[in-house]
């Protein structure tokens, strides 16, 4: 079973960026495609960026593509979400995931492990 913590969430201003950890412990991420999702009062839970095992696929929702940057460590078994150009509808709880597919996934049933989410709030 993999374990994942987020950290790295916070209010900005809009324009503003932030970067989004994700530290997996109890097993590697390296055999996992990993993926970031985010939840908005009211709001379905929506997909935003996915990574393959290597890293070496990736892929965003177009709402964040150009802004947003999802990379992973796997020596460090973390996986990071960097944030630009951030917007006021950016603000969510957002959670990192692991699929035990190794190419990327935008679907969140394919996703058998998920973290406890951390805040990321934009202000106008």
């Known amino acids: 079973q993999v374990q994942l913590v987020e950290s790295g969430g916070g209010l900005v201003q809009a324009g503003g960026s932030l970067r989004l950890s994700c530290a997996a412990s109890r097993r590697t991420i390296g055999s996992y495609a990993m993926g970031w999702f985010r939840q908005a009062p009211g709001k379905e839970r929506e997909f935003v960026a996915a990574?393959?095992?290597?890293?070496?696929?990736?892929y965003y929702a177009n709402s964040v593509k150009c802004r947003f940057t999802i990379s992973r460590d796997n020596a460090k078994n973390t996986v990071y979400l960097q944030m630009n150009s951030l917007e006021p509808d950016d603000t969510a709880v957002y959670y990192c995931?692991?699929?035990?597919?190794?190419?990327?996934?935008?679907?969140?049933?394919?996703?058998?492990?998920w973290g406890q989410g951390t805040q990321v709030t934009v202000s106008s």
């Open positions: 990574a393959s095992w290597s890293g070496g696929n990736t």
């Open positions: 995931a692991a699929s035990n597919q190794m190419g990327v996934t935008t679907t969140p049933e394919k996703y058998t492990y």
